[in-house]
């Protein structure tokens, strides 16, 4: 795939990059490979009733933010500058920082006032323990973000002895306010392609790769995107790739697009260039021609260009906006986010050690808590009644046979779509589940809630099997039908816990196929030690290519 971090090695190797990254970084990377980045967020700051600490004048406020690592751990990223004799400051000094969907970024606001004997030294040299504290708030980047105002007001709290238990006194409030800070969400696609280049290896053609690079003032290139390596050919048409205006600057800026024959060394062969601006490429696709690839020579003292007789042709070029996903949300979208958890005998016996249900006395969380855990605490903060569809499947309840999709709360009705099979005509109706018209009652309230349905279920059900998703998904889609019918404003998504290896594997592929125009995403989570290759090489290269719901 050509993009701005190429995912095939050689071409990866073209440009030093190195492998691909993990976490949140690999976010980014699939990101920058459509010519989209993640969101910067400028965060300003402004204050009201803050504790007076000086006794002839006002207070003198400085505020100092931190982020906060999952062990708790404080990183000090920012300090304002200091707002004389204020209780009610707007400090000018902003701070930028990545929006990431994926993650909870939970930012910790620490406010001081400075003395006057400090005026003169810059801020980044103030020892905090010299100052004194007037109060600290603390909040999710999540909760800013989705506002409709994208402001957020915090009380600003104060505990005389830290070391204390008991209520902290309310000493003033805190605004914080995020701007999303993107100069352009226009992004290019380009398809291009060369004919008639040159030999530069002995017993074969050449491999070439395309590395594209922005001007700036000095001069001087600046790599930004690259395409895929080619082997043994002398006319190559690379796969699409994406530019962002925002990464070129603009449309007139020029970008140089030097072609390479790869080596295996990592010295490779530069075959030939061209300078263009995106406007100049645009104008080679509108009118259907080639440019000639130069080759910088130097004869004597004198540097010239070799024209080739090698060309480059823009076989498509098209620009459209990338919105963002804060876009989403200012325009009203809220996701919602729906859970099941896998019931079935493989995870063994719940009571037992080693079971992956096994709830530990001394509450720590099982893999299923985690992952609970882990995606909800991210999603909640999209879901403006943090009430979540929850379902167990692969279970006997109580009260009647195997259920391949049962409400983890416990109520009576059955959440299970049926299937009736007709064979003569060879397709299956998705008869609407009885429980649809009565939805709160497979809905349980915020993240603790699927928590406490989650362990009484566990002693309300008998682990049975097989492993069947199909109920499952059709359970969902049934629900995200609904949106476009509601204004169309709510995006879902399920989560999948399981342990093993899913069992009606043709029939997941039909319910996901079924739903793949609907807004419905599906994540699929695998606790234990099972192999789960299979399910994904068979998803991957099973469903359709217009079903992107996993």
């Known amino acids: 795939m050509g993009n701005c971090c190429s995912d095939v090695a050689g071409g990866r190797a073209a440009v030093g990059g190195s492998g691909a990254a993990a976490g949140n970084d690999a976010v980014d990377h699939f990101l920058k490979s459509r010519g989209m980045y993640s969101s910067q967020m400028e965060l300003s700051f402004s204050a009201t009733n803050l504790r007076d600490r000086d006794v002839l004048s006002k207070s003198d406020p400085i505020l100092i933010g931190y982020t906060k690592g999952k062990d708790g751990t404080l990183a000090e990223v920012f300090r304002t500058e200091v707002v004389l004799n204020s209780l009610n400051p707007t400090w000018i000094t902003k701070h930028v920082i990545t929006f990431q969907f994926e993650a909870v970024q939970t930012l910790v606001f620490h406010a001081y006032d400075v003395d006057t004997q400090f005026h003169n030294i810059d801020v980044k040299m103030l020892k905090l323990e010299e100052l004194q504290f007037l109060g600290e708030a603390s909040c999710v980047l999540s909760e800013v973000v989705t506002r409709p105002s994208r402001s957020l007001t915090l009380d600003l709290l104060f ?23 993107i100069s352009s969400k226009s992004t290019v696609e380009m398809i291009l392609r060369c004919s008639d280049l040159e030999h530069k290896d002995l017993f074969s053609k050449s491999d070439p790769f395309l590395l594209i690079s ?15 390596v080619l082997k043994n050919d002398h006319n190559p048409v690379w796969k699409p790739i994406y530019l962002s205006i925002q990464q070129v600057g603009s449309k007139e800026n020029p970008l140089m697009i030097e072609c390479f024959n790869f080596n295996s060394s990592g010295k490779h062969d530069l075959i030939g260039k061209i300078k263009k601006s995106l406007v100049e490429l645009e104008k080679l696709h509108s009118n259907g021609e080639g440019e000639n690839l130069f080759l910088p020579t130097t004869v004597g003292h004198n540097h010239q260009n070799k024209v080739l007789k090698s060309q480059l042709f823009v076989d498509k070029f098209s620009q459209s906006s990338q919105w963002t996903f804060l876009d989403y949300l200012a325009g009203g979208c809220e996701l919602n986010f729906m859970v099941a958890v896998d019931f079935t005998a493989s ?3 719940p009571r037992l050690p080693d079971s992956l249900h096994y709830l530990d006395p001394s509450g ?4 299923y808590q985690r992952a609970i855990l882990e995606v909800g605490e991210v999603l909640k903060f999209y879901d403006s009644d943090k009430r979540f569809p929850a379902w167990g499947f692969g279970a006997r309840p109580i009260d009647g046979p195997v259920s391949h999709c049962f409400n983890l709360n416990g109520s009576n009705n059955h959440s299970e779509v049926k299937y009736f099979e007709i064979r003569s005509q060879m397709f299956v109706l998705y008869l609407q589940c ?8 497979f809905q349980v309230d915020g993240i603790q809630g699927i928590m406490t349905a989650y362990t009484s279920a566990l002693y309300n059900v008998s682990l049975a099997g097989p492993t069947l998703f199909g109920p499952v998904i059709s359970n969902a ?14 995006y879902f998504v399920l989560l999948i816990i399981t342990d093993g290896v899913v069992t009606d594997l043709q029939e997941t592929k039909d319910a996901i196929v079924k739903a793949s125009d609907l807004p419905l995403s599906i994540l699929i989570v695998g606790v234990g030690g099972a192999d789960f290759k299979e399910m994904e090489v068979s998803f991957l290269t099973s469903i359709p290519l217009h079903s992107g719901n996993i």
């Open 159 to 181: 505990r005389e002895d830290p070391t204390m238990s008991g209520n902290p006194r309310h000493c003033g409030q805190l605004i914080v306010h995020a701007e999303e800070c």
């Open 214 to 228: 922005k001007i700036v003032e000095v001069g001087l290139p600046i790599p930004v995107c690259k395409t895929e």
């Open 347 to 349: 995870n063994g016996n």
């Open 364 to 367: 720590r969380l099982n893999a």
């Open 434 to 441: 009885l429980c649809f018209k009565r939805m709160p009652l």
């Open 477 to 490: 889609a049934l629900i995200a039908s609904q949106s476009p019918a509601n204004g169309g404003k709510k």
